[in-house]
């Protein structure tokens, strides 16, 4: 339709006119005929609506919205449409007007057409946004509207990994936008949902993921304010912990809470343990969840210590990277492991040696005199790289904490000298068996003990000196190179 101004009327008075037309036409009896303008018209609205201020603008908001109630789906899908992208319009109302709007609003969120529906839902979540003193009492009506069941959950895990697959289920969109409107207002009044906690730990069972999150979110910050009310819901916090999706949000605000709510963690032990191998290449929420199970083992050691079995029962390789990293953090709880590490040592498997040699160096570090049968074989470990060709990193820190222990309980050589004896001449002489990586771990440690205490090797020494005059030029050649490791002059020991 073209319009035309009329002469003598300012814009103001046109855009008016105009707007007053296609609200009239929007209530033409023939529900063919609306369906058939609808689309134009309310372009033609969303455009014009721009140009209305004071009472016109909200006279115009008002008979529009009522367009809602139109029979017929494709007119209120497109008056719902048009009204999401005149949320900044609708906003600059006045407190009473838009009092009035949002009640409206939030009636109609029990529409059945899931389009509209999402469309609504997302209305108020911006009004929310630039309003929140509005919703601020109407907080429990937006619980209740996320009461709504969609057919099918949203779980993050289980999108498409196309990027541009949007957000499939709008029913759910829905009540995600319903769940920021909630966040909206408590970002600008958490006071008032002190006492709304259990209407969020509600939601901590939802079947939309995004909703989930947004609780965590409000509870995070009710937590900072009044932290006193967690206690109430540290359950139903702890059943997140099994949703990958979830499981980082829940666990920050457990580890703020930890250590005031001790004896309610401490029956959930179990699943604070699966949340820990669950969480297996997640670093950061790993290590709150060894903080939180620490904070608990303080008081109830004998419980966090049977949990610490129960893990090892299932001996995998991420179980045992978890006890290396409680070794690393706080050795004292896997002390009532160390025999079991200690056959770890000997497992075929390379992950698990790795873990279970850098979780008793940890203990070595404060506890030598409980690993110290262990140093020999881990000396052994050290010099025989070729056990660990797919980690090569693995004999630099070996050598590195071994030169930490040596260092700080020199006793601990009389350990590793004849473990020494006894490998390096096969190290030197069997020269398809050992890399070259082997020498240099070998010199490493080597040079470590020799500036510790160097009287201890006068036999090593005088073993190095006979293979310089080896007839084998590799033995030879191996045997400066180990030499040259330990920064010993070859001529003088001839």
Same mark, same amino acid.
């Given at each position: 339709?073209?319009?035309?101004?009329?002469?003598?009327?300012?814009?103001?008075?046109?855009?008016?006119?105009?707007?007053?037309?296609?609200?009239?036409?929007?209530?033409?009896?023939?529900?063919?005929?609306?369906?058939?303008?609808?689309?134009?018209?309310?372009?033609?609205?969303? +455009?014009?609506?721009?140009?209305?201020?004071?009472?016109?603008?909200?006279?115009?908001?008002?008979?529009?919205?009522?367009?809602?109630?139109?029979?017929?789906?494709?007119?209120?899908?497109?008056? $719902?449409?048009?009204?999401?992208?005149?949320?900044?319009?609708?906003?600059?109302?006045?407190?009473?007007?838009?009092?009035?709007?949002?009640?409206?609003?939030?009636?109609?969120?029990?529409?059945?057409?899931?389009?509209?529906?999402?469309?609504?839902?997302?209305?108020?979540?911006?009004?929310?946004?630039?309003?929140?003193?509005? =919703?601020?009492?109407?907080?429990?009506?937006?619980? *209740?509207?996320?009461?709504?069941?969609?057919?099918?959950?949203?779980?993050?895990?289980?999108?498409?990994? !196309?990027?541009?697959?949007?957000?499939?289920?709008?029913?759910?969109?829905?009540?995600?936008?319903?769940?920021?409107?909630?966040?909206?207002?408590?970002?600008? =009044?958490?006071?008032?949902?002190?006492?709304?906690?259990?209407?969020?730990?509600?939601?901590?069972?939802?079947?939309?993921?995004?909703?989930?999150?947004?609780?965590?979110?409000?509870? +995070?910050?009710?937590?900072?304010?009044?932290?006193?009310?967690?206690?109430?819901?540290?359950?139903?916090?702890?059943?997140?912990?099994?949703?990958?999706?979830?499981?980082?949000?829940?666990?920050?605000?457990?580890?703020?809470? $930890?250590?005031?709510?001790?004896?309610?963690?401490?029956?959930?032990?179990?699943?604070? =343990?699966?949340? *820990?191998?669950?969480? =297996?290449?997640?670093?950061?929420?790993? &290590?709150?969840?060894?903080?939180?199970?620490?904070?608990?083992?303080?008081?109830?050691?004998?419980?966090?210590?049977?949990?610490?079995?129960?893990?090892?029962?299932?001996?995998?390789?991420?179980?045992?990277?978890?006890?290396?990293?409680?070794?690393?953090?706080?050795?004292?709880?896997?002390?009532?492991?160390?025999?079991?590490?200690?056959?770890?040592?000997?497992? &075929?498997?390379?992950?698990?040696?790795?873990?279970?040699? $850098?979780?008793?160096?940890?203990?070595?570090? !404060?506890?030598?005199?409980?690993?110290?049968?262990?140093?020999?074989?881990?000396? +052994?470990? *050290?010099?025989?790289?070729?056990?660990?060709?797919?980690?090569?990193?693995?004999?630099?820190?070996?050598?590195?904490?071994?030169?930490?222990?040596?260092?700080?309980? #020199?006793?601990?050589?009389?350990?590793?000298?004849?473990?020494?004896?006894?490998?390096? #001449?096969?190290?030197?002489?069997?020269?398809?068996?050992?890399?070259?990586?082997?020498?240099?771990?070998?010199?490493?440690?080597?040079?470590?003990?020799?500036?510790?205490?160097?009287?201890?090797?006068?036999?090593?020494?005088?073993?190095?000196?006979?293979?310089?005059?080896?007839?084998?030029? &590799?033995?030879?050649?191996?045997?400066?190179?180990?030499?040259?490791?330990? +920064?010993?002059?070859?001529?003088?020991?001839?």
């Amino acid at each position: 339709m073209i319009r035309r101004e009329p002469e003598g009327k300012t814009k103001k008075e046109v855009t008016f006119n105009i707007v007053k037309d296609i609200i009239w036409e929007l209530n033409n009896p023939s529900i063919d005929y609306r369906e058939m303008i609808i689309e134009d018209r309310v372009k033609e609205f969303a +455009e014009e609506i721009k140009y209305l201020k004071g009472e016109r603008l909200e006279w115009a908001i008002l008979r529009f919205i009522d367009k809602l109630n139109d029979p017929s789906d494709k007119v209120r899908q497109h008056v $719902a449409e048009t009204i999401q992208k005149i949320v900044d319009e609708i906003s600059k109302m006045s407190q009473r007007k838009l009092e009035f709007v949002v009640r409206k609003l939030l009636g109609r969120l029990e529409e059945r057409n899931d389009r509209v529906y999402e469309h609504l839902a997302t209305v108020v979540s911006g009004l929310a946004a630039k309003r929140p003193e509005v =919703f601020k009492d109407k907080v429990d009506i937006l619980f *209740l509207k996320l009461d709504r069941s969609c057919k099918d959950p949203y779980r993050l895990d289980e999108l498409p990994h !196309d990027e541009f697959a949007g957000f499939p289920n709008r029913c759910q969109h829905a009540r995600t936008a319903i769940a920021e409107a909630i966040l909206e207002v408590s970002k600008k =009044f958490p006071q008032s949902f002190y006492n709304r906690i259990s209407n969020l730990a509600k939601l901590l069972h939802d079947s939309n993921d995004e909703v989930i999150l947004i609780a965590l979110e409000i509870i +995070e910050k009710i937590g900072h304010e009044k932290p006193e009310v967690i206690k109430n819901i540290i359950r139903d916090l702890v059943t997140c912990l099994s949703h990958d999706a979830i499981r980082s949000r829940a666990v920050y605000i457990l580890r703020n809470h $930890a250590e005031n709510n001790i004896d309610i963690l401490k029956e959930e032990v179990d699943l604070l =343990f699966e949340a *820990l191998m669950d969480s =297996f290449t997640d670093w950061d929420t790993v &290590e709150q969840l060894i903080d939180i199970i620490y904070v608990v083992w303080k008081k109830y050691p004998r419980i966090v210590e049977e949990g610490m079995r129960k893990m090892w029962r299932e001996l995998t390789e991420e179980n045992v990277w978890i006890v290396e990293w409680f070794a690393d953090k706080y050795p004292k709880i896997v002390l009532s492991i160390i025999p079991q590490l200690k056959e770890a040592l000997y497992s &075929e498997w390379l992950e698990i040696r790795r873990s279970a040699i $850098a979780a008793l160096l940890g203990i070595a570090e !404060d506890y030598p005199q409980l690993v110290e049968d262990t140093l020999p074989r881990l000396t +052994e470990l *050290l010099i025989k790289q070729h056990l660990f060709e797919e980690d090569p990193d693995i004999g630099e820190e070996i050598s590195n904490a071994l030169e930490i222990i040596i260092k700080k309980y #020199p006793w601990t050589i009389d350990d590793i000298v004849p473990k020494l004896a006894e490998t390096l #001449p096969k190290l030197i002489t069997e020269t398809k068996k050992f890399s070259e990586t082997c020498l240099k771990n070998a010199s490493l440690l080597l040079k470590t003990l020799l500036s510790v205490k160097p009287e201890a090797f006068k036999e090593i020494i005088s073993l190095l000196a006979k293979k310089l005059k080896d007839k084998d030029d &590799e033995i030879r050649r191996r045997t400066l190179l180990l030499l040259e490791g330990i +920064e010993r002059k070859p001529e003088k020991m001839l």
